[in-house]
């Protein structure tokens, strides 16, 4: 038996950990924490000095009984979870609930995986810091309470199924007051003036008026002052400038960084970096920290020294921002900066390359530069035009990297370098143009610039900002929209040879794609919370919370007084909402329907979003009609609602079937009979006529023929979310590109079935085929029972392999629903 139990919050990172201890040591994983806050309930005593109450998961019964018999027979127990308040409050639980016995029981932390930092950790033990464990405990308890409080409250004044959160509340909030301001802006135009020069060389480049026009006759005035001009070179300016390399990877940076160049959510982002430092390869991956070791800004200065050059080292020093950053000492970095381009898969291979090279990058010299500037003057008035140019004299770090950039940063596009010219030079005029360009409204969040901004308003912690980012997508208060650009008319005057000319252009503006829109629900929520909870939507309040989090981890603040000072005010403000408000729909009125003068409103319904003709109190019952996926409660118009009372559409029959258009969840279709066909792209439902439903019920009769019959069976093919792919027995079977998708042979259909079949027939761990129950191989090395269509999720700790038939019906029985018996009414 080991002398030593090393105790771990993930099975990866126990795996890695185990090859650098001996024999004597044996390492174990919690899974995380093995103690919570119940699910079902608040689980925190408001009457007890906010006493939580936490229990073990049935899932972590079995855990906890096999970490208790290890921990005895140890002669010492290391606690080695995290070096953050999360990771501190698992130890900290891990010791309450297996009851350590203190004299042999050490916490240690590493910020890295490696054999070294691991040495030194067990070199270095120390006691659990309570400071950092009531610092976790303040922000659970905070957010149980703004959670379990709430969201009831938004459950009985909206819509069931809502919920609400400290941080995820606020993030919905930035999102959707930035929507309206879209929404609200109203583009102003001018015209901009550009002009391209050559010089006596022969060499062109453009130039700038730095000044805009209001009016299109302004414009053409300042173009006339032009014809017949002479041209020379006004002013010359030439000045060197530097550009200096970004700070190694903090948790927010790096999640900006991975968005803007790799296009990574930031929910990809932090389980790829997760798996990196599981595997040894970077350093802990939550940290505020821009610092590097000594250790780590040698072997940087080696490595650039050893493949750039000693020009290209510079030695620095970085200090962080984050007035209360956390506790891991260190930026992200590789372990071994020497490891350039380790052995892994794709999405790990280009996260760890960038972490690379933005730590080499930030021990590099400044990028030396040239900046030119050049004004061109006229002798027919005093207006000079402006050109810039840059040119790189030593590349210094941007020989490795170059930090991405946010659409709020984006700055006029750089004219690149500027040929050679003399001050005094003539210079021969080609054109200049006068365009007519509209402000822009501001730019709607990716998840990238709303870590940013959350982040600068110090609302949350970079390790909460992928939970948070995640949360209020699946509740559907937010998505990742893609607006479609709308057409937009510009006009343009040239003036080229003497003479003015104006054209007629067009431009889509608006387009954007990826971006956070809030959906109807989320404005809905946002809207009610904001008026009723303003306190806890404000955004210094937020950001003061976490200061109040950092207080209690340095010792200086007590978490229960935290509790108490928030509560006193939040809870009869609940109670008061709960009692008195009323209820939240975003009702809009339109206007009247014109054949019965009754009244048409869009509001948030059972079903979602819709637009209603009359009301309640009417004679006659309401009309309903639900808005199309693209629309909202905010923006539909009149017309646009009215319009949906024509849906569903009957085209006439087909085969005795009568056709009938009408939109769904996933867009417009054509049902024919139990078919749903959907509609081409830029296809609409109220315009598509009789004969184009024929021939798209057409091509999904032929789609789905039988291609071939294997086994006496049907096999079809088919497109879907996932790629084509064919249907057999009621298994789709996906069909990648080592097959001919449009011509699949007899061998190829063959090969995909029986393929699928042995994958089908590898996934059963336990079948017992007289009770129709199995056992199958889940993801993430979990397992199911499965009955029919009742599936079981067995927890990661239970051995399926050995599950007895009894267990397996016990468990399905348990999650079979109960029939409801109706009482028989008694006979008089």
């Known amino acids: ?83 953050d308040r999360e990771g501190e409050a698992i130890s900290w639980h891990l010791a309450e609930t297996l009851k350590l016995d203190k004299s042999k029981t050490r916490r240690i932390v590493f910020n890295s995986i490696t054999k070294s930092a691991i040495q030194k950790a067990i070199e270095n033990p120390r006691e659990i810091n309570y400071n950092l464990v009531n610092a976790q405990q303040a922000r659970r308890v905070l957010d149980r309470l703004v959670g379990y409080e709430l969201s009831p409250v938004l459950w009985k004044k909206i819509k ?91 948790t927010s940076t790096l999640q900006q960084e991975a968005s803007r160049k790799l296009y990574f959510s930031v929910g990809r982002t932090m389980q790829v970096a997760q798996r990196l430092y599981e595997a040894g390869l970077i350093t802990y991956m939550r940290t505020d920290s821009v610092n590097l070791s000594g250790e780590a800004i040698n072997a940087a200065k080696s490595a650039i020294v050893n493949n750039y050059g000693e020009k290209y080292s510079t030695v620095r020093n970085f200090k962080g921002k984050s007035k209360g950053a956390q506790e891991a000492h260190e930026a992200i970095r590789p372990t071994d900066i020497t490891n350039q381009s380790p052995s892994l898969e794709r999405d790990q291979s280009k996260l760890y390359e960038l972490i690379w090279k933005r730590t080499i990058a930030s021990q590099m010299s400044d990028a030396e530069l040239e900046r030119t500037n050049v004004k061109v003057k006229a002798d027919t008035h005093e207006e000079e035009f402006t050109a810039n140019g840059e040119v790189i004299k030593f590349d210094g770090f941007l020989k490795v990297y170059l930090e991405g950039l946010d659409d709020e940063d984006m700055v006029e596009e750089q004219e690149g370098m500027l040929p050679s010219m003399k001050m005094g030079e003539a210079l021969e005029n080609l054109f200049i143009t006068a365009t007519e360009r509209f402000s822009r409204p501001p730019y709607r969040f990716t998840e990238a610039s709303l870590v940013k901004k959350l982040e600068e308003l110090g609302i949350g912690r970079p390790s909460t900002y992928a939970p948070t980012i995640s949360t209020i997508q699946n509740r559907g208060y937010i998505e990742k929209g893609t607006v479609e650009g709308t057409e937009r008319n510009y006009v343009q005057l040239l003036l080229e040879s ?25 404005m809905i929520v946002n809207d009610f919370l904001v008026s009723h909870f303003a306190n806890i939507l404000d955004y210094n309040f937020t950001a003061k919370v976490e200061e109040d989090f950092d207080e209690i981890a340095e010792g200086d603040e007590d978490w229960q007084k935290v509790m108490k000072s928030f509560y006193k005010d939040f809870h009869p403000n609940v109670v008061d909402v709960e009692e008195n408000a009323d209820r939240a729909s975003g009702e809009r009125v339109l206007g009247e329907d014109p054949k019965t003068g009754r009244q048409v409103a869009v509001r948030l319904g059972r079903f979602g979003p819709m637009v209603q003709i009359g009301t309640v109190d009417d004679e006659e019952k309401p009309k309903f009609a639900s808005l199309l996926p693209e629309q909202s409660l905010n923006t539909i118009t009149y017309d646009e609602a009215m319009e949906l009372f024509k849906l569903p559409r009957s085209l006439g029959e087909y085969e005795g079937e009568e056709i009938e258009a009408n939109v769904g969840r996933f867009g417009p279709y054509v049902r024919f009979g139990k078919k749903f066909v959907s509609l081409g792209k830029g296809e609409s439902a109220f315009d598509i006529d009789y004969d184009r439903a024929v021939e798209l019920i057409k091509e999904k009769q032929k789609a789905d023929a039988p291609i071939y019959h294997y086994e006496d ?46 994958k089908e027939l590898d996934k059963v761990v336990q079948n017992w085929p007289d009770e129709g129950i199995r056992i199958e191989k889940a993801r993430w090395g979990r397992h199911n029972i499965i009955k029919g269509k009742t599936k079981v999720e067995l927890a990661k700790t239970v051995d399926a392999a050995k599950m007895s038939l009894d267990e397996a019906k016990a468990l399905l029985e348990k999650k079979a629903p109960k029939k409801k018996t109706r009482s028989k009414a008694k006979k008089k």
Request: glycine share 6%.
């Open 713 to 758: 069976k049907e096999v079809t093919k088919g497109k879907g979310r996932f790629g084509p792919f064919i249907k057999w027995d009621g298994m789709f079977i996906n069909v990648n590109k080592k097959y001919d998708f449009e011509n699949l042979s007899e061998a190829d259909i063959i090969e995909l079935i029986e393929a699928k079949k042995q």
């Open 1 to 83: 038996m080991a002398k030593n139990l090393v105790i771990v919050e993930s099975p990866a990172k126990a795996k890695t950990i185990e090859k650098f201890l001996g024999k004597d040591y044996k390492v174990e994983s919690s899974f995380g924490h093995i103690a919570d806050l119940p699910s079902k309930e608040l689980g925190v005593d408001v009457d007890n000095d906010f006493e939580p109450k936490y229990i073990v998961d049935k899932d972590k019964k079995a855990l906890v009984k096999k970490l208790k018999d290890l921990a005895n027979k140890a002669d010492t127990i290391w606690l080695a979870s995290d070096e």
């Open 160 to 250: 069931p199924g809502l919920s609400a959160g400290r941080v995820q509340s606020v993030a919905v909030r930035l999102i959707v007051e930035r929507e309206r301001d879209v929404e609200a802006f109203s583009p102003q135009a001018s015209f901009r003036i550009s002009a391209e020069f050559k010089t006596e060389e022969g060499h062109s480049f453009t130039a700038k008026l730095n000044k805009t026009f209001v009016s299109k006759e302004e414009a053409n005035d300042f173009l006339k002052k032009n014809i017949g001009a002479n041209f020379s070179v006004g002013s010359l300016d030439k000045k060197p400038a530097k550009k200096s390399p970004s700070a190694p990877f903090t």
């Open 498 to 522: 003497e003479t003015i000319k104006e054209k007629q252009l067009s431009e889509t503006v608006g387009s954007e794609k990826g971006k956070l829109v809030p959906t109807d629900i989320g």
